[in-house]
Every structure is written in C-alpha cells, then in structure tokens.
C-alpha cells in the first residue's frame, strides 16, 4: 500500500509516494528519494499522464538516492513514449549521462 500526499503552495506543486517526492517548479520536475520498484508504477502513471499534456518535461534526478533496474526502464520508457508522441523529455542532474548511456546503448544493440 502506498501513502501519497499531494500539496500546491506557491505554485509549487509536491507529490509524495512513500520514498519518491516528485517537486515541480517552473517546468522542471525534481525527482527527490528512489525510483525503485515500490514507487516504479506511480511513477511511470503521473508522467505518462504528463507526457499527453505537456510539449517537454525536465526530470532533474540530483536528489534521488537510488534508481533500481525497473527505476532505469521507466526512465527509459517516459522517453521513449515522449519520442513516440514527439514531445521533448529531458534527464538532468548527477548519474544522467549513465542513464543516457544506458538507453541508447540498449537501444543500438
């Protein structure tokens, strides 16, 4: 079971899922705590529903403490179903050059 927490203030918008808070501010979504497999689904069905309304997301991950093997496939999969959808999905933030190194390599292969 997870516990979500969902709070607007200063036009800032903060969803909390257990170990995962996803902050927004401006266009740049800051990916704070694990993308792992207890918070993978949440995580892949808050951006997807993003992805159908938004031209371009910014996920800054320099605040998550860890990205499992599923972690890594959801990031993998938002930028591919944003390339699908021709809309722009960026990853920034300390490990992104791994990740990118990651779904492109896998995706040469």
Do not use: H, P, W
Request: hydrophobic share 40%; proline share 0%; charged share 30%.
């Amino acid at each position: 079971m997870f516990l979500i927490e969902v709070c607007q203030k200063n036009n800032k918008l903060n969803i909390y899922i257990m170990s995962l808070k996803i902050s927004k501010k401006k266009s740049i979504y800051f990916i704070r705590g694990r993308i792992t497999k207890s918070t993978v689904n949440l995580f892949l069905t808050y951006f997807k529903k993003k992805l159908s309304k938004k031209k371009k997301i910014v996920l800054n991950i320099d605040a998550t403490k860890q990205i499992d093997s599923l972690g890594v496939i959801a990031l993998k999969e938002i930028v591919k179903e944003g390339a699908e959808k021709s809309k722009e999905v960026f990853i920034v933030g300390n490990g992104c050059k791994e990740i990118y190194d990651d779904i492109y390599e896998s995706d040469a292969v």
